[in-house]
């Protein structure tokens, strides 16, 4: 007995010994929280925006806090976001997306040569090879909404806007860079989008590793079933895919990974490439929808357009210029785009804010960047930021208005729904025409209503903060049916 309580008073010495850490005066102001370890990881992980915003309120824009077991300085000031984002010498973006690749996707690549894979999926996803993009894309998601609504049914349709938007985008997505064409012996797409779904419902607690034992279970299964939908996937250069994807196998061959750590890795290319645009057309179309007027503009900007050019096709492949459209979907993805930016300290690093401050960064902590909180929902930057104003980022003349301020400074980044810097989203060009395509058919193609006139937007599931796009808790009740022409 003696000894017991001598034991697990040596154990508790111990592991004070190696978790206290003090604050030292030239460090950012350290809140560990109360519990040990886990420090405020719980909360953190409950409501990340709501705990940052308190944090802030106490310490400032920048801090230091205690997650499991780790420390991460949360950096909250726009002005000062180019430093961190410029130095890749003392801050590393790959180890942490490697612990994230591994908890996610169980993925390990021997040889990881993300430089090079950037690379590579810049060469297929910008340039020329991006005019296949477009136009793949396109056929697929008329021949999707058509399937959805045959030209004879006069029938309303009832669904929730969020699972009609990602299904239909997701499905198109999937057939244009993973599948090949449909019924052509390519995976279900239905099937992948199905498997997919629950997955992404599992994804956030995958990452912080708070599954339940139940939920471990089904994850495991899951992650299996696409594994083996995803296998054929790129692996011939004829087999139907996208060419984009025959390059990635080859690429991951040079990085060792056998067939097993190929699938996953494929999944994990799933989720970069179907995870956010799905959810930001549901965002865009239900602020649309609930609010008449940003409605009113859009359509009748697409109005224009397809009346002066000679046929609809030159809206969905060639370059168009949709200034109240793109400043809709720029307000959506402010209120909706919540990725954090994170890197690893790897050596130690005098980091200089804006303002003139100076902080030391700790070798082994991380340093966290959270853009939803600020600049995107900043009430020193945005007036009314939780409100959806559609000509937000319209001037009066009707160009693209770029002016935004925080402490009468001008700022570079006033909102950063793709991230920042040479980590950046490479797909940004195709998410942005692919939203347009989808938006543009609906509208023209179906009568789009709420079920109910008055229904608001569904609230944000705040455990998917710092995860790419938020999605909705529950849904929205739309109904749709083929637009009468005439
Ligand atoms: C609304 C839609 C989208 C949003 C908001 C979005 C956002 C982002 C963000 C914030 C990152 C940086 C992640 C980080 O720093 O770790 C990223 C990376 C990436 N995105 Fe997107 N994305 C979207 C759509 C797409 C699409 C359609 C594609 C491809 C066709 C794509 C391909 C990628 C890839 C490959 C990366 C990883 C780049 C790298 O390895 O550094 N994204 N995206
Ligand atoms: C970061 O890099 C960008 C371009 O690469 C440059 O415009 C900017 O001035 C740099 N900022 C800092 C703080 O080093
Ligand atoms: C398109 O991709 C291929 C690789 O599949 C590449 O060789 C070619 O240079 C790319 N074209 C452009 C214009 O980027
Ligand atoms: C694809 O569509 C986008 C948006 O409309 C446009 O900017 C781009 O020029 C198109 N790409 C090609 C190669 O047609
Ligand atoms: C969600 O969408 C898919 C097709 O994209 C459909 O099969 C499924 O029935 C929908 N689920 C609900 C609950 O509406
Ligand atoms: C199915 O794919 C093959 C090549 O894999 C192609 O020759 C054929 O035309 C396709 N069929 C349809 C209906 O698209
Ligand atoms: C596609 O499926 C048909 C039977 O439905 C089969 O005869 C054919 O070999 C398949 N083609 C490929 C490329 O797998």
Redesign the pocket.
């Known amino acids: 007995m003696i000894w017991t309580i001598f034991l697990l008073c040596q154990a508790a010495l111990l592991y004070f010994i190696l978790t206290h850490r003090t604050r030292s005066k030239s460090e950012p102001p350290l809140d560990k929280g109360v519990i040990p370890w886990l420090g405020h990881a719980l909360e953190f992980g409950k409501d990340a925006s709501k705990f940052l915003n308190r944090m802030k309120l106490k310490h400032g824009d920048i801090f230091t806090v205690r997650v499991a077991g780790r420390y991460v300085t949360i950096l909250l000031d726009p002005h000062s976001y180019d430093s961190i984002i410029n130095d890749s010498e003392s801050l590393d973006f790959t180890r942490y997306?490697q612990v994230l690749m591994e908890r996610i996707f169980n993925l390990r690549l021997p040889y990881h040569q993300?430089a090079k894979?950037?690379a590579m999926?810049k060469q297929h996803?910008l340039g020329g090879n991006f005019t296949a993009l477009n136009s793949t894309m396109s056929r697929h998601l008329q021949a999707l909404l058509k399937a959805e609504m045959p030209g004879n049914q006069k029938d309303w349709k009832e669904e929730g806007l969020f699972n009609f938007s990602y299904g239909t985008l997701f499905k198109a997505g999937y057939l244009t860079?993973f599948g090949g064409e449909q019924n052509n012996n390519s995976t279900d797409p239905l099937k992948v989008y199905k498997e997919y779904r629950v997955f992404d419902g599992l994804l956030t607690k995958m990452a912080r590793g708070t599954l339940k034992p139940e939920e471990k279970r089904t994850a495991q299964t899951v992650r299996q079933r696409l594994w083996e939908l995803l296998a054929q996937a790129g692996l011939t250069e004829d087999s139907g895919s996208n060419p984009w994807l025959h390059a990635y196998r080859r690429l991951l061959q040079e990085e060792g990974a056998d067939e097993e750590m190929q699938k996953r890795a494929i999944l994990m290319q799933l989720w970069?490439?179907q995870g956010?645009?799905g959810p930001?057309a549901f965002w865009l179309l239900g602020f649309l929808l609930t609010n008449p007027e940003a409605l009113t503009a859009v359509r009748r900007e697409f109005n224009t357009i397809s009346h002066t050019e000679t046929s609809e096709a030159c809206l969905l492949d060639g370059p168009v210029n949709t200034p109240v459209f793109d400043s809709a979907l720029e307000e959506t993805?402010r209120l909706t785009?919540a990725?954090f930016?994170t890197r690893e300290v790897v050596q130690e690093k005098t980091f200089h804010m804006a303002n003139g401050q100076e902080y030391l960064l700790r070798r082994g902590d991380r340093v966290c960047l959270f853009p939803f909180n600020s600049p995107q929902m900043d009430h020193e930057i945005y007036h009314e930021p939780q409100k959806y104003k559609y000509d937000r980022f319209l001037n009066e003349d009707g160009s693209v208005m770029r002016d935004f301020y925080k402490g009468g400074k001008r700022l570079k980044y006033y909102t950063m729904?793709?991230?920042a810097g040479a980590?950046?989203?490479?797909?940004k060009q195709?998410?942005i025409n692919?939203i347009r395509q989808f938006v543009y058919m609906v509208l023209t193609n179906f009568d789009l209503e709420l079920c109910d006139p008055n229904a608001q937007m569904p609230d944000v599931n705040p455990g998917r903060y710092g995860f790419?796009?938020l999605q909705p808790e529950g849904d929205l009740l739309v109904r749709y049916k083929t637009r009468n022409t005439h």
Do not use: Q
């Open positions: 997306a993300p894979e950037k999926m996803f860079l970069a490439t956010n645009v930001a993805l785009a990725s930016i729904p793709w991230g980590n950046g989203c490479v797909g195709f998410a692919t790419g796009m």
